[in-house]
């Protein structure tokens, strides 16, 4: 945004400057890859995790046989 100069009734003068940043933006591509290999490891951790509780309650012995 541009600079915005706001004039008082008396003699003060102030310069008021916007300034957004977004720092994802900011991020250079190595801290990019860093972040999102962290979210895929929370993302696999948790896959496998489920993956196991699935086999543990498919074969903790109250299921009928189904011979």
């Known amino acids: 945004m541009p600079e915005q100069t706001i004039q008082c009734t008396s003699t003060c003068t102030v ?8 720092p994802v933006l900011d991020l250079s591509p190595q801290e990019g890859a860093v972040i999102s290999s962290a979210i895929l490891l929370v993302w696999a951790v948790a896959w496998a995790f489920r993956v196991l509780i699935q ?3 498919s074969s903790d012995g109250n299921q009928p046989n189904e011979d």
Do not use: P
């Open 55 to 57: 086999t543990i309650k």
């Open 15 to 22: 310069t008021v400057q916007h300034e957004i940043t977004l």
